[in-house]
T-cell receptor, first 112, second 114 residues
Framework: KAGVTQTPRYLIKTRGQQVTLSCSPI?????VSWYQQTPGQGLQFLFE???????NKGNFPGRFSGRQFSNSRSEMNVSTLELGDSALYLC???????????FGSGTRLTVV | QKEVEQDPGPLSVPEGAIVSLNCTYS??????FMWYRQYSRKGPELLMY????GNKEDGRFTAQVDKSSKYISLFIRDSQPSDSATYLC??????????????FGQGTTLQVKP
């Protein structure tokens, strides 16, 4: 059974640019969540999508956005990148919204 | 105060030891409790997923939830060097506006020495 697939694995971007990260959830999983992981703040919730609708959003600025497609695949976008956006971005999927999420390996974003 | 508190360690034990990892939380609305293991440069791997209070066992791993004390634990029996990783507790509730959102502890770094 294929796991959660995130692409790309690594990205280097310049401050001010924008970036799009992709996530393919486990087949049949309709809930997809995104998290930012940094050494100082740990894992922080960005947003959750279920049936193509954003159901929940964390305390991040509007520069962070996402969407989910009809096949449950999801993308997140960060515009006007800042140095502080450097982090591991993790996508997770679950058949239900209560928990038990399976994570991907993440996209390591470095902003220079 | 953070919603979920977890001692970051590091915790170092000899091979074969019983390991106890713990988290405390403040939000009584949490109903679902998870433990994840994360190796360096990898995403978190779900180890245990429990609902409400009680114990759950899976191989060498036992998860305990005490909602009255707002305290959860993960026990690892016969620890192996391959268990060396960061362990993260996570919690969620189904209250309005919070479904689909996991709140994580800071993670405990465990080293099991051969």
């Amino acid at each position: 059974k294929a796991g959660v697939t995130q692409t790309p694995r690594y990205l280097i971007k310049t401050r001010g640019q924008q970036v799009t990260l992709s996530c393919s959830p486990i087949s049949g999983h309709r809930s997809v969540s995104w998290y930012q992981q940094t050494p100082g703040q740990g894992l922080q919730f960005l947003f959750e999508y279920f049936s193509e609708t954003q159901r929940n959003k964390g305390n991040f600025p509007g520069r962070f956005s996402g969407r989910q497609f009809s096949n449950s695949r999801s993308e997140m976008n960060v515009s006007t990148l800042e140095l502080g956006d450097s982090a591991l971005y993790l996508c997770a999927s679950s058949p239900v919204r209560e928990g038990g999420y399976t994570f991907g390996s993440g996209t390591r974003l470095t902003v220079v | 105060q953070k919603e979920v508190e977890q001692d970051p360690g590091p915790l170092s034990v000899p091979e074969g030891a019983i390991v106890s990892l713990n988290c405390t939380y403040s939000n009584s609305a949490f109903q679902y409790f998870m433990w994840y293991r994360q190796y360096s440069r990898k995403g978190p791997e779900l180890l245990m997923y429990t609902y409400s209070s009680g114990n759950k066992e899976d191989g060498r791993f036992t998860a305990q939830v005490d909602k009255s004390s707002k305290y959860i634990s993960l026990f690892i029996r016969d620890s192996q060097p391959s268990d060396s990783a960061t362990y993260l507790c996570a919690m969620s509730s189904v209250s309005s506006g919070n479904t689909g959102k996991l709140i994580f502890g800071q993670g405990t770094t465990l080293q099991v020495k051969p």
